[in-house]
């Protein structure tokens, strides 16, 4: 369960073109650390906009308390230099999701789009009417 979720520090830099080139987010682990059944991790992530638009770059911190297997498989994946991948799993979808929601604000800032892909909806032409004569019935 993650007891802590926070920014320690944000740099972002608005480039000199006017047009929207669209965006690449990463984010990396830059250390991790157990402490007891605490799991603190350091990570970044960035939002860098192409055509010289600029970036959004936020450093943050994320503990989570786990139980005593958790823990164990984050000590024991550890060694090798990675994380369990259920563990993984769950921390790159809380940093994606966190660094979105707050480069998103800073985003406002600068003038720039916000770091959001958003999902390309698909609609099938013959639904319709087959929807609504299904209702009649």
Known sequence: MITSLKVTEIDAKRGTSAQGGGFEVMFNIEDVKVEKEDVKI??????????????????????????????????QEMKNKRLPADYMQRLVNTVNFFGTTNATVISTVLNVAPPIRMPNLQFNQGEGPKQEEKAKK
């Open 42 to 75: 350091a990570f970044v992530y960035t939002a860098k906009y192409k055509e010289g638009e600029g970036y959004i770059k936020l450093k943050g911190e994320m503990v989570s308390r786990e139980d005593k297997e958790t823990v164990k498989k984050v000590e």
